[in-house]
């Protein structure tokens, strides 16, 4: 495939079609009984922490950050879904989409970001495992899978308890 023009932009309301059609090309019909979707469930994502990567006219990657609380009130970001087109798939769509997510997400003021995924992929973008026992989420989750990224340095010290929806403040 020929070198690609990406364009990233915040996601719009327009967009909610192709990337729903996005999620169920990537994820199936089984993602509504993942873990990670339960908490996004009912839950608004942040409107500016959201975008899509064309090329061209096509949507061909999202990415989503949905607010959870932890434990007492301390606030949080769960990232994710990001999803890529198949057909876009090991081109860099991902990571560029992470990095302006972590970025503006940063820029906004937000500290700790949640997610459960590939460890050694997240890593380079300041991922690690969470420590056993530090937080819990509302169903099975492998905990080599539940990692966090501070966006400030100890945004996590002393932060622990379930982890569930909130609403954007």
Known sequence: MPDLTLDLHPEAPSDHAAIERLHERAFGPGRFARTAFRLRENVPPFADL???????????????LS?????????????????????????GIGGALMRRSLETARARGHSR???????????????SVVPP???TLPGPVDPARLLLCEL????????SGPVRGAQAA
Do not use: N
């Not at 400030?152 to 932060?159: C, L, N, S, W």
């Open 67 to 91: 607010p959870v609380e932890i434990g007492s009130g301390f606030a949080a970001i769960l990232l994710g879904p990001i999803t890529i087109d198949p057909a876009f798939q090991s081109r």
């Open 133 to 135: 026992g530090k937080l």
């Open 50 to 64: 959201c975008f899509t990567a064309r090329v061209g006219t096509l949507l061909v990657g999202s990415i989503r």
């Open 113 to 127: 970001v949640i997610l459960v995924g590939d460890a050694p992929y997240y890593q380079r973008f300041g991922f």
């Open 152 to 159: 400030v340095d100890g945004a996590f010290e002393g932060v």
